[in-house]
C-alpha cells in the first residue's frame, strides 16, 4: 500500500468534485469520464489499494454504501438497473480501492468489459446529475 493519489486528495477535499456520500467510512463522487452519465465512483476514506486490503471491519460498512448507492443510481436517474464493478490491479486507473456503479438502461449499448466513456455537458450538468443521486440518498 503506498502514498497519497487522487482520490485521497478528493477525500480530504483537496481536489473538488462532485460529491453524493461523505461519512466516516467513504466518498463516493461522479466519475469524470463516465461510461454513463450519473457513473459514480465510490472509495474508502482510508487509502487501500486494491480489494484485498480492505480490513474486515470495513467489508460490511463500505458494501452496505455500494448497495445503496446502486439503488440511488437506479431510481434518481430512472435507470432500469446498474452495473457494479471492481477493477483490482488491471484496468484501475487510480490505485486506490473503488467501486464503479454504473446506471444502465435496456439497449444502452453496453457490452461485456469495453467500456466507452462520454463526458458531460458542462459542469452544471455534472452538478444535477450528482444532486439527483445525493437527494434519494437522503
Same mark, same amino acid.
Given at each position: 500500500?503506498? &502514498? ?8 480530504? &477535499?483537496? /481536489?473538488?468534485?462532485?460529491? #453524493?456520500?461523505?461519512?466516516? #467510512?467513504? /466518498? ?8 454513463? +452519465?450519473? %457513473? #459514480? ?17 470495513? /467489508? ?13 443510481? +437506479? ?5 432500469? &438497473? ?12 487510480? $490505485?486506490?480501492?473503488?467501486? %464503479?456503479? #454504473?446506471?444502465?438502461?435496456? +439497449? ?7 467500456? $466507452? ?22
Amino acid at each position: 500500500m503506498g &502514498g497519497r493519489d487522487v482520490f485521497c486528495s478528493i477525500a480530504s &477535499g483537496e /481536489i473538488s468534485a462532485h460529491i #453524493v456520500l461523505d461519512d466516516d #467510512v467513504a /466518498i463516493a463522487f461522479l466519475d469524470h469520464r463516465p461510461v454513463f +452519465k450519473g %457513473h #459514480v465512483l465510490l472509495a474508502p476514506k482510508q487509502h487501500l489499494e486494491v480489494l484485498g486490503d480492505l480490513p474486515r471491519e470495513l /467489508i460490511e460498512p463500505y458494501f452496505l454504501r455500494a448497495q445503496l448507492l446502486s439503488v440511488a443510481v +437506479k431510481e434518481s436517474l430512472g435507470a432500469d &438497473g446498474s452495473f457494479v464493478a471492481i477493477n483490482n490491479t488491471v484496468s484501475q486507473s487510480v $490505485p486506490h480501492l473503488h467501486v %464503479h456503479i #454504473v446506471p444502465r438502461r435496456r +439497449k444502452d449499448g453496453l457490452r461485456g468489459f469495453f467500456w $466507452p466513456r462520454t463526458k458531460y455537458a458542462s459542469e452544471s450538468e455534472m452538478a444535477e446529475y450528482a444532486e439527483k443521486i445525493r437527494a434519494t440518498l437522503s
